[in-house]
């Protein structure tokens, strides 16, 4: 499996042999600083004209997750996965090759298998699985502390990918490590920290409390392969 973290809660996920690919919760735009005073504070990664993935996966209707002002310039044949909520937007937007989903859905999207889980947000939302190669990573999207996350330690992720801002219906820190613990993936990493000055975190908050062997923090857009060594997951 490749990974690329793109800011915020975004991920481009690959197959090794790079046959499938699927985004999760790109934001793509400038759209949540509609009255400028959240502009973005990494640069946009990848133009929406130049997605090319096979699934692009919204956790959750919200605009740095479902992302209004990329969408319409996306490819007309994009493939989304989304709430019902998300569905009803997409139309909106005049764009029907949509899959609503919600937790306990399973389904290959080319080489990879997708599993939709629980999340607890502020509006309807899941976190997905995604597995190829032998690996299964687990990406919360946004969702509040709730012990039924902890559930998600029976489908084994190797990585766990976690929001940990703790505002706008996010756990805080305290809260995602208990969660990542709890869930005990080998490898756990931090998102949803980076790209609004008003919804910032320190990660170094949440790696400190784990072994260097069960924590990492990826560069952005930054492209890394998983690989399993010595009983350890790395990414390199």
């Known amino acids: 499996m490749k990974i690329r973290w793109l800011g915020q809660g975004g991920f481009l996920v690959r197959d090794n042999a790079e046959t499938t690919e699927i985004l999760v919760d790109p934001y793509l735009s400038d759209a949540v600083n509609r009255d400028g005073t959240c502009p973005r504070q990494r640069p946009v990664t ?6 090319k993935s096979d699934a692009v996966i ?38 029907p090759n949509h899959r609503a989903v919600r937790p ?21 939302a899941f976190g997905v699985i995604l597995e190829a190669d032998g690996i299964r990573l687990y ?18 992720p190797d990585i766990t990918c976690i929001c ?22 080998r490898l756990n990493i931090p998102d949803h920290f980076d790209m609004f000055a008003s919804n910032m975190e320190d990660p170094a908050k949440f790696t400190c409390e784990f072994a260097e062997n069960e924590v990492f923090l990826p560069e952005f857009d930054c492209q890394y392969e998983v690989l399993v060594e010595n009983s350890e997951v790395v990414l390199k």
């Open 46 to 51: 990848i133009e929406p004209a130049d997605v």
């Open 58 to 95: 919204c956790t959750h209707d919200h605009l740095d997750h479902l992302d209004t002002g990329a969408v319409p310039d996306m490819p007309a044949d994009t493939f989304f996965v989304t709430t019902y909520e998300g569905c009803e937007t997409l139309d909106k937007l005049a764009r």
């Open 164 to 185: 940990i801002n703790g505002r706008m219906g996010n756990m805080n820190v305290g809260e995602a490590v208990i969660t990542a613990k709890k869930i005990g993936a």
């Open 139 to 156: 990406i919360s999207g946004d969702t509040l502390y709730d012990e039924k996350l902890f559930d998600i330690a029976q489908y084994k």
């Open 104 to 124: 306990g859905d399973t389904f290959d999207v080319g080489a990879v298998r997708v599993t939709i889980v629980y999340a607890l947000h502020t509006c309807e």
